[in-house]
Nanobody, 120 residues
């Protein structure tokens, strides 16, 4: 069973906003998380990354428009997307490093993907 589930995709017009959520099973602690996107047959592209309690990084194409965050109380990763553009249209994937509660090792997991469509 995949311990994280994405939601929040949809269709908006240029300039609109969406917030993507990646809910992580309460069994796991989030060490770090990223959002990637994939457009058609293109390679998956890193959009934003967060090291919990430390730093964030963004692709140049989304800086100033997207914000990645983690709500530790809800064990959820968010991607707030503002001023959306047609070129942001893609399937967005959550990727998280989760601490195994038994071994304390950090394992990587992927979400199922959620479609974001931005019309002109």
């Amino acid at each position: 069973q995949v311990p994280l589930v994405e939601s929040g995709g949809g269709s908006v017009q240029t300039g609109g906003s969406l917030r993507l959520s990646c809910a992580v099973s309460p069994t796991f602690k989030i060490s770090a998380a990223s959002w990637y996107r994939q457009q058609s047959e293109e390679q998956r592209e890193l959009v934003a990354h967060i090291r919990v309690g430390k730093s964030t990084d963004y692709a140049d194409s989304v800086k100033g428009r997207f914000t990645i965050s983690v709500d530790n109380a809800k064990n959820t990763v968010y991607l707030q997307m503002n001023n959306l553009k047609p070129e942001d249209t893609a399937v967005y994937f959550c990727n998280a490093g989760l601490v195994d509660p038994v071994t304390q090792y950090v394992n990587e997991y992927w979400g199922q993907g959620t479609q974001v469509s931005v019309s002109a």
